[in-house]
């Protein structure tokens, strides 16, 4: 499955060849020494005060089954569907507050995302594929994993290696074909010209 970005300009190819498939192969599982590098480069990301404010609950299938299952259980039916064939099924969280003032911490779900993305990267440079997700049932998620006050399922992460998946719904599967679309820079720079 070749799903590479089309850069106008010449980037790392880490970034042409993260993608965020639907299709994971059910039958090749992750490795727990790739999976603690990418939670190390996660751990090295910026944040705002170093505050480190992203929070994780994993879910091994292979070796955790029923928290992997507790994290299935809390997506949305759509992302549950192609889910459930996904080997390692991740929550990304944030705390809310600043543990140095108590204050509010307005950038939590900019680092949550930020640690993702180094995630990711370290991810693709060992062939995994990385699918994130919005479509997660929070108030679920604060149930059954019985979250403290101050901490918020923001994510979902899909984390394994892309291929075919003939237990996929083939409407599903298709969307691997569909074309990536992007803004070009100059769309979403709103001042300075490159
Ligand atoms: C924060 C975030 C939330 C997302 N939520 C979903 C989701 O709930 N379901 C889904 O199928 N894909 C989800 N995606 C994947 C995006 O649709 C995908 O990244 C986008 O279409 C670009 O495709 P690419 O990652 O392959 O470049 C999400 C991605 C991010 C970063």
């Known amino acids: 499955m070749n799903r590479n970005a089309t850069p106008a300009q010449p980037i790392h190819a880490l970034h042409v060849e993260r993608f965020s498939p639907y299709n994971f ?28 404010p992203w929070r994780y609950i994993v879910g091994h299938k292979s070796s955790q089954p029923e928290l ?9 039916p759509g992302n549950q569907a192609w889910g459930q064939h996904v080997p390692v099924l ?5 705390r809310k507050d600043f543990e140095h003032n108590g204050k509010p911490n307005a950038w939590a779900q900019h680092d949550l995302g930020a640690a993702s993305a180094n995630l990711t990267v370290e991810a693709t440079s060992r062939g995994i594929r990385v ?15 019985e979250l403290a006050e101050n901490i918020q399922p923001v994510t979902a992460l899909a984390m394994g290696y892309a ?32």
């Open 25 to 52: 192969d059910p039958a090749q599982d992750v490795a727990l020494e790739d999976l603690q590098s990418m939670f190390e480069a996660a751990r090295w990301t910026a944040s705002a005060f170093n505050a480190q």
């Open 163 to 194: 291929g075919p998946n003939p237990e996929l719904d083939p409407d599903i599967a298709t969307r691997d074909e569909n074309p990536r679309q992007r803004l070009a820079v100059e769309e979403f720079l709103l001042a300075g010209s490159l």
């Open 131 to 145: 699918h994130q997700m919005a479509g997660i049932e929070p108030e679920l998620a604060i149930e059954r994993f």
């Open 68 to 76: 992997w299952q507790a994290v299935l259980d809390v997506l949305v």
């Open 90 to 94: 991740a929550l990304g969280l944030i």
